[in-house]
């Protein structure tokens, strides 16, 4: 995982050398990857930053740190899978995610960036020491994407990585209430850094800031955000009784202000909704403490 001492040739050597045994792991999957992936054009642009360096413009820094944020997801997604062949649900997520040439604007092609989420965060709590998979697809039936076991149980999670910001409420909301089941209701894990901070989604300190600075930022972009929609989707969930939680997740590269270092803050937004069970409650506290223990040392 990254940290904020990888913006040198050195780091950038390291980071290379996994990512492309991550891109080997494609091929033994049989998975192929067209000459104008974007997984391919990361690639190029890890090779610059050995060759070249930074250079001087923060700007243009910025734009890199969003190619080197996609490595590391793509490192940390095949790590999960190991050396076994993954699972025909996992396979599907993976196909998707060679796709595209470059996407940065997620509203150009939403599918790899969506199946990267999931993968990303199916590996994430696995890395917490959570059992997670993908729940298997029926035809013609809405079902969550994920199945965590607690307690022997399982606990579903439905992920989503919405178009714009139109889309959350008429149809990310609505199908995520579908996907989950009333009867055994589970938790909605929405990302938010594109919505709230635009494609770009890059923050610059100023002299003198600090990341702590740049969190109150993101606390007080994403309270303002749901102060704006929390009614509309509570009425929702509320309706539909499927949804027991929503965690709302923001993770954005931070320019510290310094050409050789890196930096990205993690914010997290845990919403409990009322008239679920202790069980779930209990859950979702593990799901949430989970994202803490893996991110706990990244900023």
Known sequence: MLTTETLDPSGFKQILVTYQKSLHSFKNWNIDIPENSRLYCYEKVIKHLIDKGVGNNPSHLCDLMFYVIEVDEINEIVLNEGDIAPDNETIKKLTDIVKGSEIKNIDEE??????????????????SGLECNFK??????????????????????????????????????????????SENPGMLILSLDHILLGNHNVITLENGDSIDDYLKLLEKETTKWLDENKRKFMKRFKSDKSVCALLLIVKSPVFPGSLNKMAFANHLRLIKLQGFSKDNSRHVESISNSFDVVWGNKI
């Open 136 to 181: 298997p697809t029926q035809i013609g039936i809405e079902t969550p994407d994920l199945t965590v076991k607690l307690d022997n149980e399982g606990f579903d999670i439905e992920l989503k990585r919405p178009l714009s910001p139109k889309n959350i409420l008429r149809n990310t909301i609505k199908k995520a209430s579908y996907q989950l089941e």
């Open 110 to 127: 939403s599918q790899p960036r969506s199946s990267q989420f999931e993968l990303y965060i199916k590996a994430l709590l696995n890395i």
